[in-house]
């Protein structure tokens, strides 16, 4: 069921830049996303080790997915939500779905 999700999606365009995050941010923030005017940006924090990189990419791209941007359900939900999916992405979907990046 899954792969039919990513079959239907309709392949989003995004970027994915990898930049030191400040340290306010709290120590557990690794990616961020966000949408506007149509363009979807993944920021990733090039602070961390690569297998926390990976994992926040798969997070940030289960934000677009499962169409965060205008969820207006609790930030809780909504990141438990993305965690989830991110945690259960399969190799293959990540390889789909990195094809809408614009690197």
């Known amino acids: 069921m899954r792969l039919d999700i990513l079959k239907n999606l309709k392949k989003p365009k995004f970027s994915i830049t990898y930049r030191p ?7 557990n923030v690794y990616g961020i996303s ?15 080790d690569e297998r926390t990189q990976q ?9 677009i997915v499962l169409n965060h941007f205008d969820d ?13 999916y991110a945690d259960q992405m399969t190799d293959k979907e990540f ?7 614009m690197l």
Not at 21 to 27: A, R, S
Not at 72 to 84: C, F, K, L, M, V
């Open 21 to 27: 995050f400040p340290v306010e941010c709290g120590g």
């Open 34 to 48: 966000c949408e506007s005017n149509g363009q979807i940006r993944i920021i990733i924090d090039s602070n961390q």
């Open 55 to 63: 994992h926040a990419l798969r997070h940030e791209l289960a934000h």
């Open 72 to 84: 207006q359900r609790s930030i809780e939900d909504i990141e438990a939500e993305a965690e989830a």
């Open 95 to 101: 390889t789909a779905l990195m094809e809408g990046a």
